[in-house]
């Protein structure tokens, strides 16, 4: 079932570059936000039919997607939240912007806020919002991130992208669960 959901959203992301007035075969897009980011992008690579990451730079990778039988590049990039000249370009060159935000969390709105400059140097740049309102807690291995530097920085190759923020049910979602004889997501999802 979530697999059908990606498959919607990455027809969505290519729907978008079809309506686009200079016809291509690649959609540049940025992701910007919470860390919540990376979860959704680990999956949109278990989604694609192709994944590859950039040689010289760590935070840009390749999705190559089967959209009715022809084979569409979707570009992803990952530039973090630091104000640099590296996010400026990625904004610059982006077909679309994905903004990721925790509902449970103000800073991550507020990191968004920060974005407003950034954002409006690119006219009519489409912008999709995304909430995570999932109550879960993250742990983070490395315990180094501040939510500042790029999701992908570290990775060398697929096997290492697996675990690096790992999610589990927060303790109240677990007890709630637990008392009105719910499900945990794992078994939803599974």
Avoid: W
């Avoid at 498959?7 to 290519?14: C, G, H, I, M, N």
């Avoid at 200079?22 to 680990?42: H, Y």
């Avoid at 084979?71 to 973090?80: A, K, R």
């Avoid at 990191?111 to 995304?130: S, T, W």
């Amino acid at each position: 079932m979530a697999k059908h959901y990606l498959a919607v959203l990455l027809l969505r992301l290519l729907d978008i570059m079809k309506t686009d007035e200079a016809v291509s075969n690649e959609l540049n897009v940025v992701m910007l936000g919470s860390p919540q980011k990376n979860i959704l992008f680990e999956k949109l690579c278990q989604a694609a039919t192709k994944y590859e990451r950039h040689v010289h730079y760590p935070d840009v990778h390749y999705l190559t997607v089967d959209c009715n039988g022809k084979q569409e590049l979707l570009e992803f990039t990952d530039p973090g939240l630091a104000h640099t000249g590296g996010r400026e370009m990625a904004i610059r060159r982006a077909d679309l912007a994905l903004l990721f935000y925790s509902a449970l969390s103000l800073n991550s709105l507020h990191h968004l806020q920060a974005l407003e400059e950034d954002l409006a140097f690119k006219k009519n740049l489409p912008l999709r919002l995304v909430c995570d309102s999932d109550e879960v807690v993250e742990d983070e291995e490395d315990g180094e991130s501040t939510g500042i530097s790029s999701v992908s920085e570290g990775y060398e190759s697929d096997p290492e992208r697996e675990g690096r923020i790992r999610r589990r049910n927060s303790m109240d979602k677990i007890r709630k669960a637990h008392e009105d004889g719910g499900m945990a997501v794992e078994q939803v999802c599974a």
